[in-house]
């Protein structure tokens, strides 16, 4: 048994050497990610904490953003029922288009955030899922705060294998929203250059992020997920 999760955000960190990123070579790459449609951005802000690309929300709580940072390049997909794969062709090229304006030829760091909700088999209420199965102290233990609960989750960290330089962070939480659901979210961060010629590569470790979560993850609480 396991799941179909439902992703509901992604993010992406492309770390680089410091510098100072010019106004004017940013609105060049907004201007030729504007001629594409799938991956461009309507919107160009300077702020003091970055310079901004971003599309209007069509929904409440939707994020389409791109931040450029004095070291790093951020992009958010929230709430918009982005795939992998659209995420994925965003994170390369917009990558790709920025490295070569900005004349930046390595990345030092790369991190990946994927969201994702499920819905457990066997429990209509996810906090009696997690309290039960997961943390499990006992139905007594419970009573000690003598009063409801709220919210729970779990932090697990799993750090690289020999030969690897993926660690990925796991959080698994009700969701406030919907309290059938639960929020998993998963952080992969991988240390090692791509240079600019090789942002494709971006995509793989993407999608090692999102496979970890829709293997490993789910399969580990569908072992849980019984009557």
């Given at each position: 048994?396991?799941?179909?999760?439902?992703?509901?955000?992604?993010?992406?960190?492309?770390?680089?050497?410091?510098?100072?990123?010019?106004?004017?070579?940013?609105?060049?790459?907004?201007?030729?990610?504007?001629?594409?449609?799938?991956?461009?951005?309507?919107?160009?802000?300077?702020?003091?904490?970055?310079?901004?690309?971003?599309?209007?929300?069509?929904?409440?709580?939707?994020?389409?953003?791109?931040?450029?940072?004095?070291?790093?390049?951020?992009?958010?997909?929230?709430?918009?029922?982005?795939?992998?794969?659209?995420?994925?062709?965003?994170?390369?090229?917009?990558?790709?288009?920025?490295?070569?304006?900005?004349?930046?030829?390595?990345?030092?760091?790369q991190q990946f955030v994927v969201r994702s909700l499920i819905a457990p088999r066997h429990y209509r209420?996810?906090?009696?899922?997690?309290?039960?199965?997961?943390?499990?102290?006992?139905?007594?233990?419970?009573?000690?705060?003598?009063?409801?609960?709220?919210?729970?989750?779990?932090?697990?960290?799993?750090?690289?294998?020999?030969?690897?330089?993926?660690?990925?962070?796991?959080?698994?939480?009700?969701?406030?929203?919907?309290?059938?659901?639960?929020?998993?979210?998963?952080?992969g961060s991988f240390a090692g250059p791509v240079t600019t010629t090789d942002t494709p590569q971006l995509?793989?470790?993407?999608?090692?992020?999102?496979?970890?979560?829709?293997?490993?993850?789910?399969?580990?609480?569908?072992?849980?997920?019984?009557?």
């Amino acid at each position: 048994m396991t799941y179909d999760p439902r992703t509901i955000a992604f993010a992406a960190e492309i770390l680089y050497p410091p510098q100072q990123v010019r106004a004017d070579l940013v609105q060049s790459v907004h201007n030729a990610l504007y001629r594409q449609p799938a991956i461009g951005y309507q919107n160009f802000q300077v702020a003091p904490d970055g310079i901004h690309l971003s599309n209007l929300p069509q929904a409440p709580g939707q994020v389409s953003l791109a931040t450029f940072s004095w070291d790093r390049l951020i992009l958010r997909e929230e709430l918009r029922g982005t795939s992998v794969e659209d995420f994925a062709t965003r994170v390369v090229n917009v990558t790709t288009a920025a490295f070569q304006t900005l004349g930046i030829t390595t990345s030092l760091v790369q991190q990946f955030v994927v969201r994702s909700l499920i819905a457990p088999r066997h429990y209509r209420d996810g906090r009696e899922f997690l309290s039960r199965r997961l943390v499990a102290p006992g139905t007594d233990a419970w009573q000690s705060f003598d009063r409801p609960l709220q919210s729970l989750g779990v932090r697990l960290v799993f750090p690289p294998q020999p030969g690897n330089r993926d660690t990925y962070h796991v959080r698994v939480e009700t969701w406030p929203q919907d309290q059938r659901s639960i929020w998993i979210e998963n952080t992969g961060s991988f240390a090692g250059p791509v240079t600019t010629t090789d942002t494709p590569q971006l995509a793989n470790l993407l999608d090692s992020t999102y496979r970890f979560v829709t293997g490993p993850v789910c399969n580990f609480l569908a072992t849980l997920d019984t009557p």
